[in-house]
Structures are given as structure tokens and as C-alpha cells.
């Protein structure tokens, strides 16, 4: 269905009859995915409306899941499993390695710890962050954060901060920085949101300041980097390199900077961060999912000022504040000596596995590497999806590069992101054998 003929049939004065007027066309299949729906202006100018209107419908849609925006491609209609997302593949009978799973058998167990941790009733009205919470994350963030003043907020985890961290700041059609290739949660993050994502390219040192200059030079409103353990690649900053970033950007200090520091205890690296110490809009981020487990979900938001009193009008108690049972649990774990040593066993785990598999794949003649974090990113010879499909003729699904790439003009991707820490030896093998013969 071309633009002009839904322009015609959208109909509604308010952002809420618009929005209902394209949802309902959706539910009766007049409307499919990837229909285009008409520009904001255009829409706003047919309706008689004022433009924001047409915009906050779109918003509307964009949170429901309904629509994403892709820049100059416009607004489309989606399926709801448009977008990639982590963990295990459903209905599949393959042996799945592109999980991006934490090893369950790595995860510290709770029981202990949580006999502990239990006290008296949280009532309505009382602070929403525990005290020894929040007095143990800032001694962990200061270290990493040049910035002189900060506040602490507790998240339901990494991707809840980032949505509440640009709902507070930008408006739909804002341009936000992502990484190129990106972690699958940001990406549908931005696009779910209504934001235009700006691709910067990733090398061996990070985020490239050209790329950075570039998204700068495009208006971009935010940045999401990931400054260790990147995902899906493994790099992390170097210092050099962190230094130039930080440099370009205090010619901007008001553009949101957000650091996802996912594999933050887990990770072989030191810290290097783009937040200058006289940058006015940051915050830095780090989940317990890796470590403590995806059910624990919760995240650590250390931001400025504003923006923490930003985020503290979203996190309203007794309706969207972390449980402050989840949040004993998690000082509790964090300070147990028992917990910790399991931390570090986990930590000494995915280097050791990771790199044994990147030799096998040098044995087999595939050059690899493992920089750092829960998965292998691997270079092919050969498109991606071409060896994907081999492989999965030979049992193995695995998660190609293609799905973490924003540039679209970029071409197939020739990288292969692997979940391989949790293989037997015997099956290492079988896996680093067969990607051989798939790349052949």
C-alpha cells in the first residue's frame, strides 16, 4: 500500500484516535508490515492537526512495538519479532551457540544470602534506593567517573536505565550514536523508542572518533557506548583512544553521554570512559545481569544531577521502583565472600574457554581472536549467512554479524558472534571443525 492511500485512511483529531485509527487498520490486515506511514507533516497538514499531534501518535505506536523508525526510510510497520533479540531460539531442534547466555553453573546461588537479606516491610513514601546500596555503588563508580559530582539510581536493569535515560532527554526523531555493529538490546531500544539511529563504526580500539565526529556533525542528541567488552565484538577502549573521544566531545558537553558497562566485574580490562570531568550530561551503567544472573534485574545509574533527578520523577514508589528485596539480595551477593569468589571463577571461565575455541579455529585455519567479554566475534572468509546455513545443515545455530549492523548499506556481514564457554571439549571441536568445512 503506498503512502498516499494510508495518508487517506488515517483518520483521528488526537494522538490517541490517530494512533488507534493505524492500530486498528494493522489488527484488520489493511495494513501490513512494512507499510510506510506517511511523514509527520504530511499526516498533521491532511488532519487539520498540529504536528506534534501526528508526532505523539507516532510515539504511541513506536511504544506499543507497532512501528520503527528507520531515518529517511521513514516510519513502517513491524512485526512484533522484527528485531533480533538475546538468548536461547525458540522451536528449534539445533544446538544453539549464539545465546549470549551466562553460564547457569557460574551464577552465585542466592539461598544463602537471601535469609539474610530479609527485614521488615518497604511502605509507600520511603526513599526508593537502599541505603548500603547506594553507599557501596558509588564507592564502585568512582574510581571510573572523572566527573566531580554524581548521583546514584537504581534501574530494573541496563535496558530500563537506557529507555528512561533518553525518554527524560530527547523527543521522537532525535538522533542517538550507537555503535556499529551494536549490542541487539540498544538497537531495539532506539527503534522502539522513535529514535533515529546513527551509526559509528567500531574497530579494534572502539568507538572511531571520525565516526564520532561524523554522528556529532548529524545533530545526534545521545551516545550509547559500550567502553569494554563491547557486544557483539569483545574491544574495549584504549586509553589513546578514550582520550580523543573525550576530547570531541567536550565541545558537546551537553549531549547525552550513556556507558553500558555490562561485563563490568567479569571483564579483563581496565575502565576507560568518554565522560569528561566537566560533562554536563552522562550517566554510566552497570548491570548485575552477567554476573548475578539475567533474573537479577537490576542496574546500577550513576548520572549527573539533572539527569538523576530526571529519572527519580520516573521511578515513582510502590509503582516503578526496584524492590528493595532485590536490591538487599543483590548487596548481600555483592559483598558475600562466597558470591565473589564464584565472580571471579566466571570471570577466569569465559577468558579460558573463549580462547581455547579461538585457537581451535586457528588450528582449523580461521583466523580468531578473543578480546574480551561473554562471546566470540569471528571473521569469515565468507558471507555470514552463508556459513550460518551450512552449519545448521551440520546441527549448530549460530548468530550471524548481519543482525548487529546498523550501516544497511554496509553489505553482508563476514563476522559470526559465537556462545561457545558452556561447550564440552569434544564439542569445541566438532563446532571449530564444522565452521572450517562451512567456510570452504
Known amino acids: 500500500m503506498t503512502g498516499g492511500v494510508v495518508n487517506e485512511q488515517i483518520t483521528g483529531r488526537t494522538a490517541s484516535e490517530i494512533a488507534t485509527s493505524v492500530r486498528e487498520m494493522r489488527e484488520r490486515g489493511v495494513l501490513s508490515p512494512g507499510t510506510v506511514l506517511p511523514p509527520v507533516r504530511e499526516l498533521a497538514a491532511r488532519l487539520g492537526v498540529n504536528r506534534n499531534t501526528t508526532v505523539a501518535a507516532y510515539r ?7 512501528v520503527v523508525t528507520r531515518g529517511r526510510a521513514g516510519t513502517m510497520l513491524v512485526e512484533h519479532d522484527a528485531v533480533a533479540q538475546e538468548g ?47 553507599a557501596w555503588a558509588r564507592e564502585w563508580v568512582a574510581p571510573d567517573l572523572q566527573a566531580p559530582d554524581f548521583r546514584v539510581t537504581i534501574t530494573s ?9 533518553l525518554a527524560q ?25 522513535g ?12 568507538m572511531t572518533v571520525d565516526g564520532l565526529r561524523a554522528a556529532l556533525d548529524a545533530g545526534v542528541r545521545a551516545v550509547i557506548s559500550t567502553p569494554r ?53 552522562f550517566a554510566l551503567l552497570r548491570s548485575v545481569s552477567k554476573f548475578l544472573g539475567p533474573d537479577m534485574c537490576l542496574a546500577i545509574a550513576a548520572t549527573d544531577p539533572e539527569t538523576a533527578e530526571r529519572l ?15 536490591q538487599r539480595l543483590t548487596i548481600g551477593m555483592l559483598t558475600d565472600e562466597t558470591s565473589a569468589a564464584t565472580i571471579r571463577e566466571a570471570r577466569a571461565h569465559y577468558a579460558e574457554r573463549n580462547r581455547a575455541f579461538a585457537a581451535r579455529l586457528r588450528d582449523h585455519g580461521i583466523d580468531a581472536e578473543y578480546v574480551d567479554g561473554m562471546n566470540l566475534w569471528v571473521g569469515l572468509p565468507r558471507p555470514a549467512r552463508a556459513v550460518s546455513e551450512q552449519l545448521m545443515r551440520r546441527g549448530w545455530l ?9 550501516d544497511e548499506g554496509a553489505g553482508p556481514s563476514h563476522h559470526m558472534r559465537l556462545t561457545v564457554h558452556a561447550l564440552s571439549d569434544e564439542d569445541a571441536e566438532q563446532l571449530a571443525a564444522d565452521i572450517s568445512g562451512a567456510v570452504r
Open 195 to 206: 529514535y533515529r539511529a546513527v551509526p559509528v563504526p567500531v574497530d579494534d580500539e572502539g
Open 60 to 66: 504511541q505506536l513506536s511504544q506499543a512495538g507497532l
Open 88 to 134: 536461547y531460539a525458540q522451536d528449534t531442534v539445533l544446538r544453539d551457540v549464539g545465546t549470549g547466555n551466562p553460564d547457569p553453573a557460574l551464577i552465585p546461588d542466592p539461598s544463602n544470602v537471601l535469609s539474610r537479606v530479609l527485614g521488615r516491610p518497604v511502605l509507600y513514601g520511603e526513599p526508593v534506593i537502599d541505603p548500603s546500596l547506594d
Open 398 to 406: 549460530a548468530r550471524t554479524g548481519d543482525e548487529f549492523l546498523l
Open 312 to 326: 527519580a520523577m520516573r521511578l515513582s514508589p510502590g509503582t516503578t521502583w526496584v524492590s528493595h528485596l532485590l
Open 229 to 281: 567488552a563491547q557486544n557483539p565484538t569483545g574491544v574495549s577502549l584504549s586509553p589513546e583512544r578514550a582520550a580523543a573521544l573525550r576530547a570531541l566531545l567536550s565541545e558537546h558537553p551537553y549531549v547525552l553521554i550513556i556507558e553500558d558497562d555490562h561485563f563490568s566485574m567479569l571483564s579483563e580490562r581496565p575502565y576507560e570512559s568518554l565522560i569528561g570531568p566537566e560533562h554536563r550530561r
Open 157 to 165: 536493569g541496563a535496558v530500563d536505565a537506557v529507555e528512561r535515560l
Open 169 to 193: 532527554a530527547l523527543m521522537r526523531d532525535d538522533a542517538v550514536a550507537l555503535e556499529d555493529p551494536c549490542f541487539l538490546a540498544s538497537i531495539h531500544t532506539v527503534r522502539l523508542g
